[in-house]
Nanobody
Framework: QVQLVESGGGLVQAGGSLRLSCVVS????????MGWFRQAPGKEREFVIS??????LYADSAKGRFTISRDNDKNTVYLEMNSLKPEDTAGYYC????????????????WGQGTQVTVSS
């Protein structure tokens, strides 16, 4: 059973930064493709960023501001968010799968419970 637990969300002013963490249980972390999605109230969950085999896939909203990284020794993936905007306010969800990363929620196998990010103007 694979479990993902996010942390690091909170309230930040526009222009600020946050780093989210996602700890993944299980012994095969290094083989997983990891990604982050977000969901704002009343909206569908949307892709933010993913990392697989050294390649990063970005949503347009993340380019130039968000970075994904991972520490295989700690079974942890990070989302570094800079220059935050009020429209970045959402629940942020960590996701994992064993295949090619695609920006569609249906293609990911495992999900965390989410962590809330609120950006004030």
């Amino acid at each position: 059973q694979v479990q993902l637990v996010e942390s690091g969300g909170g309230l930040v002013q526009a222009g600020g930064s946050l780093r989210l963490s996602c700890v993944v249980s299980g012994r095969s972390f290094s083989t997983y493709t990891m990604g982050w999605f977000r969901q704002a109230p009343g909206k569908e969950r949307e892709f933010v960023i993913s990392w697989s085999g050294g390649n990063t896939l970005y949503a347009d909203s993340a380019k130039g501001r968000f970075t994904i990284s991972r520490d295989n020794d700690k079974n942890t993936v990070y989302l570094e968010m800079n220059s935050l905007k009020p429209e970045d306010t959402a629940g942020y969800y960590c996701a994992a799968n064993t295949g090619v990363p695609r920006p569609y929620t249906s293609t990911w196998d495992y999900w965390g419970q989410g962590t809330q990010v609120t950006v004030s103007s």
